[in-house]
């Protein structure tokens, strides 16, 4: 879970708050003159190292504050997920939804959708990917959930994209068949989902 500047000054010691203070005024100088300098800006290189200065749990809420106060634009996320480590992506994944970017992000979102790993994919189906994901995607990002053991309350606004979706409900059918037919455990998880699609019942007429 992503934390604030507040409780991330309350939580780092000095060394590691005078790194992160640097590290945003980096960010927010990049902000307030876009297209200055040569080669990538210098929070970019923050961004990368901020496990290292501020410890691995607070990693992910370091880097989201430099997204954010960069402002960071489609070419940089872009960047900083193609050359980044997946702890690095994650980050990026987590972030997209607070940056102004619409839905030009999302082949990162489905680049991660295509991975095995229970972080990204986890990332993938936050806020950023309930939102621009299509039918489609979001249906078969669900079942990547389901598939790699991700727990289906990572996915958001779950409750309303699976609510009455028929042909959802087919492909946890089958993926549930396919499963039993292997004799392999259904996932409780797709019981879960299964029960989210079911429309809501018809209204009764009062006598």
Not at 61 to 71: D, F, Q
Not at 128 to 153: Q, S
């Amino acid at each position: 879970m992503l934390i604030d500047r507040k409780e991330l000054d309350e939580r780092l010691r000095g060394a590691a708050r005078a790194w992160l203070d640097e590290a945003l005024a980096e960010a927010a100088h990049a902000a307030a003159h876009p297209g200055s300098g040569t080669g990538n800006p210098p929070w970019e290189l923050r961004f990368a190292s901020a496990g290292r200065h501020c410890g691995l749990e607070y990693a992910d809420s370091v880097r989201a504050l430099l997204l954010v106060e960069a402002r960071a634009g489609l070419s940089a996320v872009t960047r900083l997920y193609e050359q980044g480590t997946a702890a690095e992506r994650r980050a990026v994944l987590l972030t997209l939804h607070r940056l102004d970017l619409g839905p030009a992000a999302l082949p990162l979102v489905e680049d991660a959708l295509r991975t095995n790993d229970p972080r990204l994919v986890a990332a993938a189906v936050g806020p950023y990917g309930a939102t621009h994901l299509d039918a489609h995607g979001w249906r078969h990002a669900v079942l990547k959930c389901l598939f790699i053991e991700v727990p289906v309350d990572t996915v958001d606004r779950l409750g309303d994209r699976a609510h009455g979706d028929a042909e959802l409900a087919r492909m946890l059918g089958d993926f549930a068949a396919e499963r039993t037919a292997a004799g392999r455990a259904v996932p409780d998880g797709l019981r879960t989902v299964l029960a989210l699609t079911a429309p809501a019942p018809a209204p009764t007429e009062e006598s």
